[in-house]
């Protein structure tokens, strides 16, 4: 699993595709994963690996909320698995904030392991989705 890693800030810094440098709460962080927003759809491609790849992934998702959206759907392009701080995160949207939250998967082991955890009826997991983030 990578490490958090506090990166300095430049404005021509050259980072790999699914390598960006985000700025949440006045830090710079790399996460590995790049995030599209439409309507009520947020797309996650790359692994989803690092905290900051959560506040970035939870970020998005409250301006979602915050915006009125009661049916949230988030597409995962690559993952196989998500963190413990994002799955807590989505069983708070689901539980408590009343939020219809449903997963897509493109990734098979993504549903293998949310079986695991025992959360496909929770999250209304799909999976092998044909869908191409733009």
């Known amino acids: 699993?990578?490490?958090l890693k506090r990166l300095p800030y430049s404005e021509d810094e050259k980072m790999?595709?699914?390598?960006t440098l985000t700025h949440l709460r006045d830090e710079i962080f790399e996460t590995n994963i790049s995030l599209n927003v439409k309507n009520n759809e947020v797309i996650v491609s790359g692994d989803v690996v690092?905290?900051?790849d959560y506040w970035l992934?939870?970020?998005?998702?409250?301006n979602l909320v915050e915006k009125g959206n009661k049916e949230i759907i988030i597409t995962f392009n690559d993952a196989e698995f998500l963190s413990s701080s994002i799955i807590?995160?989505?069983?708070?949207?689901?539980?408590?904030?009343r939020i219809n939250?449903?997963?897509?998967?493109?990734?098979?082991?993504?549903?293998?392991?949310?079986e695991i955890l025992?959360?496909?009826?929770t999250f209304q997991?799909?999976?092998?989705i044909n869908y191409t983030a733009s």
């Not at 807590?88 to 904030?97: M, N, P, T």
């Open 118 to 121: 025992g959360l496909v009826k």
């Open 50 to 52: 690092s905290i900051s």
């Open 101 to 114: 939250l449903k997963l897509k998967a493109k990734n098979p082991q993504f549903r293998s392991f949310m």
């Open 1 to 3: 699993m990578n490490d």
């Open 57 to 62: 992934i939870k970020e998005k998702v409250i």
């Open 16 to 19: 790999n595709d699914l390598k």
């Open 88 to 97: 807590g995160f989505f069983l708070k949207l689901v539980l408590k904030d």
């Open 125 to 128: 997991i799909e999976n092998n």
